[in-house]
T-cell receptor, first 111, second 118 residues
């Protein structure tokens, strides 16, 4: 099966700085890569996703890049704000049904 | 729509007791997933259904766990007998599917059921 590894496990940045979270996957057939944000005590929610026919996708301060050859994808958050503090999960899927999640990154944005 | 609804939100029980977690997916969503979240193992897929049919239950830890989806608007996850290592947050999620095709990709999670087995 798929194996998704996520780094770092914790990330602390100053408000206004950028944050980058990286994930690698093992199954070359995976073709869909979503990112979920989970605030403390809340449910995970999709924030951005990318499909394998695209190398980069951007939505305001959030961007995701995908390198299919190297089998890794990254989440970039620019101009971080305290409300970005949460746990972020990457995931990979080959059929839009079975999603394999990374272990999560706890992002702390210091005001 | 109220989103995916799970109950109970919190459950504390003693080892050996039966636990039943319930989920109501978003109306019109054809796929339903049960995930377990722990600090050690993160988010693990236990089982998923398409059109009320279990498709993949390879993530169910052992025979103590069972899941059903008797109709499009209701699913249960049962643990019998429960053990302390079952303590976790259990999430139900639903997802819409394109007509005759795969899912759209987005999982809509419920608020989760926090289970503590003493």
């Amino acid at each position: 099966g798929e194996n998704v590894e996520q780094h770092p496990s914790t990330l602390s940045v100053q408000e206004g700085d950028s944050a980058v979270i990286k994930c690698t996957y093992s199954d070359s057939a995976s073709n869909y890569f979503p990112w979920y944000k989970q605030e403390l005590g809340k449910r995970p929610q999709l924030i951005i996703d990318i499909r394998s026919n695209v190398g980069e996708k951007k939505d305001q301060r959030i961007a995701v890049t995908l390198n299919k050859t190297a089998k890794h994808f990254s989440l970039h958050i620019t101009e971080t704000q305290p409300e970005d503090s949460a746990v972020y999960f990457c995931a990979a899927s080959r059929d839009f049904n079975k999603f394999y999640f990374g272990s999560g990154t706890k992002l702390n944005v210091k005001p | 729509d109220a989103g995916v609804i799970q109950s109970p939100r919190h459950e504390v029980t003693e080892m050996g007791q039966e636990v039943t977690l319930r989920c109501k997916p978003i109306s019109g969503h054809n796929s339903l997933f049960w995930y377990r979240q722990t600090m050690m193992r993160g988010l693990e897929l236990l089982i998923y259904f398409n059109n009320n049919v279990p498709i993949d239950d390879s993530g169910m830890p052992e025979d103590r766990f069972s899941a059903k989806m008797p109709n499009a608007s209701f699913s249960t996850l049962k643990i019998q007998p429960s053990e302390p290592r079952d303590s976790a947050v259990y999430f139900c999620a639903s997802s819409p599917r394109l007509a005759g095709g795969p899912g759209t990709g987005e999982l809509f999670f419920g608020e989760g059921s926090r289970l503590t087995v003493l």
